[in-house]
């Protein structure tokens, strides 16, 4: 069902407005094999190739000859090969082959920036030059780890970007839509050692690369607590500490200063109000045999159900990326609203 969705958005899909300048996902890794990939991004059309090297790229799928989608064509010694009237075109963009003639000096597709971290390929938006590389951690895209557990989400929504990055700096509703019912209160704390602080200005040099928090909150009480004691999942505190982009988060999950998993948080924006938010996620070993597996799993429904649960709420936000009533736990999420519109501002001017 939610495939399905992700096809209708594409097909539907209209330029993506107030967008921070960062690295997106293009498509997962294992999406990208030997044959061209059309890809809906930012209310574009985009070809995904591999040239001869195996390397990603992610261009234009327009022909600049007669406006064929080069997404249907092939690749041909390391080149992508229209399928129209056969021009050829590497991996910078340029034109390279012909039939029959020299290529057209101008003849040249867009290529964006690109890379291949953690089993995705990423695409810069915003910018000619990347201003920093993706987040990459390893056994992500693999199993070569002993003991570590992985697994992927990718959930079509009409939120946006910023609404889908901005709910990890919210401890508000972990409570409210969750159910965390904690012994003490959940809260946010950046690295300047404010907690639930309001950021400065922008530095004269342009704004910072992140926007790291750290959520902590107290053991669990009530059914939920009983069940934690009960597999031994509970602890006295847990954190969730966060290296956050303008498009992107890393997040490690921490129980008594014992770490249970981390993640990749990224978003596609496919078009306006249609996004796909990814989650890639490894699940640290925790015991040995069946209690070890036991834990592993419960570790794991603890992150599906949880962005489950976001989902409909996304779904149905009002579009565009309102404000709204700010109360004082909303002050994480108006922190990192202010550094996204930094980020807005580096696309807006290139």
Known sequence: MRHRTSERLAASARPVTNLASGWYVAL????????????????????????ENGQARVQSAVCPHAGAALHGGKVVDGTLECPFH??????SGACVFVPGRRPPARAAVAT????????????????????YEPPDLPGLEARRFPGVRSFRLADPTRATTRRILENTYDPDHLVALHGLTVTGEARIVFPDGRERAVGDGAPDDGPSERCDATLTWSAYRGALGTLSNAFGLNAREFTLRMRGWASCQEIEYYAD???????ILAVTPVGEHHSIQHI????????AGALGWLRSLVHRAEVQVAARQDLPVFDTLLPGDRHGIYVPGDEGVRRFRRFYQQWVEVAEHG
């Open 28 to 51: 997962s890794s294992a999406e990208l094999r030997r044959r061209p990939r059309r890809i809906t991004l930012f209310g574009n059309t985009y070809v995904g190739w591999r040239g």
């Open 112 to 131: 964006l920036p690109t890379r291949e971290r953690s089993g995705y390929v990423w695409a810069w938006y915003g910018s000619r030059t990347p201003r």
């Open 257 to 263: 200063g014992r770490r249970l998993y981390r993640m």
């Open 280 to 287: 890639s996620a490894a699940v640290d070993p925790d015991g």
């Open 86 to 91: 056969r021009w050829r075109f590497d991996e």
